[in-house]
């Protein structure tokens, strides 16, 4: 029913640039939040970034300052702009999103395929 597709992931040398993004799709009737959140080998699933249905935007303490979260209301997309990439920014990154499939129901929170993102020193 909902899918959403990142893309953008791949392979860079410390200190470059990648730029991830991610579509939903579907009979979606709100989404109140798309954002980003990465897991690394042997770790637990973390938040990144989020940008908010009002405009606001989070980042985690670790990557302030180097990621920009975009969001497009209009076309259901995200992006994720990394900058200043480092080795410790190795992960899986999913997309997020919170969104209703119809007025009555619930909000629901749908995660995207993920995308490997290898930072190499």
């Known amino acids: 029913q909902v899918q959403l597709v990142e893309s953008g992931g791949g392979l860079v040398q410390a200190g470059g640039s990648l730029r991830l993004s991610c579509a939903a799709s579907g009979s979606i009737i709100s989404i109140n939040s798309m954002g980003w959140y990465r897991q690394p080998p042997g770790k637990q699933r973390e938040l990144v970034a989020v940008?908010?249905?009002?405009?606001?935007?989070n980042y985690a303490d670790s990557v302030k300052g180097r990621f920009t979260v975009s969001r497009d209301n209009t076309k259901n997309t995200v992006s994720l702009q990394m900058n200043s990439l480092k080795p410790e920014d190795t992960a899986v990154y999913y997309c997020?999103?919170?969104?209703?499939?119809?007025?009555?129901?619930?909000?629901?929170?749908?995660w995207g395929q993920g995308t490997q993102v290898t930072v190499s020193s």
């Open positions: 997020n999103a919170v969104l209703k499939l119809s007025v009555a129901a619930y909000w629901g929170n749908y």
């Open positions: 940008a908010t249905s009002v405009g606001s935007t």
